[in-house]
């Protein structure tokens, strides 16, 4: 059975398609010769559907769009002068800086989750991932469910285990859905002023919400990238060196596409003395280190632990953000404006921080860099699915640890009053007893086996600046209810743990209470844009 299941294109189709994506038949490809607001829309369009991007833009795009003069284009003309100067000043003077000038927007599909965390690590780098909130993932892709199948796996003495199993998974998935759907239109109202279709929409997300921890994380997603050279030299590297067979044979996939596009920024990838030795030399540091740790500490017993536990802050954060606050409007080196801010007044303080923070009229509007002064690491105790949303903030420091069904799971509140708790827990069951079969032979990809539901541990380090923007935006009213809780909590430590209630007050777009329907207001205003684009009869 093929890994990844090809999509079909009439012949007219594929005479359209051929002109703007590097391959029709494969899960990776390359976008060209389209406008950057086109390929933009694209992608952002691409999060909410079910849709492949070729087959989105064929559907949603391409009627609106002047193709003439495409017919004959072919995207390679007046590459190779270009490469002859990169060759010369890339490759022989090695000016890395040269490869951040060239970027690329890549599509990723029918990647498994535990696969898009992987091409998700880099910073510098644009991703946007297909939501679990809008599509219901009992949608079938070339008749199977839309889950991974390792190809050694299938092929191995538990293959017809682990297809069965997976199945029945998403069987769980599907009557849950309902179930939970049905329960959630039963007990919450429609407003007087909402329409059927924005009721149903927010009521099915709420349903799609509670019920995707029952997903595994071999569940596909299509992911969006868009990098520069460097960026995707990095990440293929990093690829390339990791354990997961999936991660090693999808970077050969996007070294072949990209390629098509910018060749000799991703020359050095696969020279064994340039990206191989560096890929190496990342295999081999990840694996020394694994077992030097589980030598030291592999049969240690984890002590129990909070969701959110503050691990690190600075005392003396708020002084140091004043001083930082006034360095670039004063005269006086750091050391001595530390001195004297901790001599002002309470009232002086709060002034100083008030005028630096300003009138903020939406979260949005956020103060300068001084709030980058100061830094918080946590330790989180949270549900995968969480993670998965959380660990996309990349002007941070994130890690985590390996995913596995031991540490337990989180059931919702809103399962168990759906009456779906049994059916629940028996899913989770299933997780753990194909994770467990396979860990022995196949100690990467058990973790396909282990539902979204189920906890892992992570830590987040970041500075103020950065709290600000995430804690706000993944507290706010459509949020999902795992995250919101861990942001919520990072909030209130910040405040009462680390003591800087100074920081914690600027974040003046916090949402502290749960709504009913998180996505409601969210569709409501998706309602209102499209009636004011709506042509007047």
């Known amino acids: 059975m093929s890994v990844y299941v090809p999509e079909q294109f009439t012949p007219d189709e594929s005479a359209v398609l051929r002109r703007y994506f590097t391959n029709l ?7 060209v010769n389209l406008p950057e607001t086109v390929k933009g829309a694209l992608f952002a369009r691409y999060s909410r559907t079910a849709k492949s991007l070729r087959r989105l833009f064929l559907d949603e795009f391409v009627n609106d769009l002047d193709l003439k003069g495409d017919e004959t284009v072919d995207a390679t003309i007046g590459v190779a002068r270009a490469e002859e100067l990169y060759e010369r000043i890339f490759v022989e003077y090695g000016d890395d800086s040269v490869a951040q000038l060239g970027g690329v927007h890549l599509a990723c599909e029918q990647a498994s989750n535990l696969l898009t965390k992987i091409l998700e690590w880099g910073r510098l780098m644009s991703y946007l991932e297909q939501s679990t909130r809008y599509i219901s993932y009992d949608a079938r892709l070339g008749g199977r469910y839309r889950y991974y199948r390792d190809p050694d796996v299938l092929s191995g003495p538990f293959g017809t285990r682990y297809v069965g199993d997976m199945d029945r998974m998403f069987d769980t998935y599907s009557e849950l859905v309902e179930m939970v759907t049905t329960h959630v239109r039963a007990t919450v109202p429609r407003g007087a002023n909402d329409s059927d279709f924005i009721y149903r929409q927010a009521t099915r997300a709420k349903a799609l919400d509670a019920v995707r921890g029952i997903l595994p994380a071999a569940s596909l997603s299509n992911v969006g990238i868009y990098g520069t050279g460097q960026g995707y030299e990095a990440l293929l590297l990093r690829m390339r060196a ?14 072949t596409e990209l390629r098509k596009v910018i060749p000799t920024f991703l020359r050095r990838v696969d020279m064994p003395d340039r990206g191989g ?28 632990s909070p969701e959110v536990t503050l691990v690190d802050f600075d005392p003396d954060g708020e002084d140091k953000l004043l001083a930082a606050i006034c360095y670039s409007s004063s005269h006086l080196p750091e050391t001595q404006l530390l001195e004297r801010v901790r001599s ?25 860099r001084a709030f980058e002064r100061l830094s918080y690491r946590f330790d989180v105790l949270g549900d995968y699915g969480a993670f998965r949303d959380l660990q996309r903030h990349r002007l941070l420091t994130i890690e985590w640890q390996r995913l596995t069904p031991h540490l337990g799971y989180a059931r919702p509140e809103l399962v168990d009053e759906a009456g779906g ?36 541990r992570y830590v987040m380090q970041f500075n103020a600046r950065e709290a600000m923007h995430m804690l706000e935006l993944r507290s706010a009213p459509q949020g999902h209810p795992a995250y919101r809780r861990v942001v919520l909590e990072m909030h209130r430590q910040i405040a009462t743990q680390a003591g800087h209630r100074a920081v914690a007050e600027a974040m003046t777009h916090m949402t502290t209470e749960a709504p009913l329907l998180e996505r409601l207001e969210s569709e409501r205003r998706i309602e209102q844009r499209r009636g004011s684009q709506r042509p007047s009869p």
Not at 245 to 254: K, L, N, Q, V
Not at 293 to 300: L, M, P, T
Not at 345 to 356: G, K, N
């Open 25 to 31: 038949d494969l899960p990776v490809f390359a976008l």
């Open 242 to 255: 990791n354990p997961l067979p999936e991660a090693r044979a999808y970077a050969d996939m996007m070294l």
């Open 277 to 304: 030795a560096w890929s190496k030399y990342l295999s081999d540091n990840a694996s020394n280190t694994a077992d030097l740790v589980d030598e030291y500490f592999g049969i240690v017993e984890p002590k129990e």
């Open 344 to 368: 002002l007044s309470h009232v002086q303080r709060v002034a100083l921080i008030s005028a630096y923070v300003g009138e903020r009229s939406n979260r949005r509007h956020k103060p300068g």
């Open 421 to 456: 708790a049994e059916v629940f827990d028996t899913a989770m069951e299933r997780s753990q007893a194909l994770y467990e079969l396979l860990r022995p032979d196949y100690p990467e990809q058990a973790a396909y086996a282990v539902a979204m539901a189920h906890r892992m």
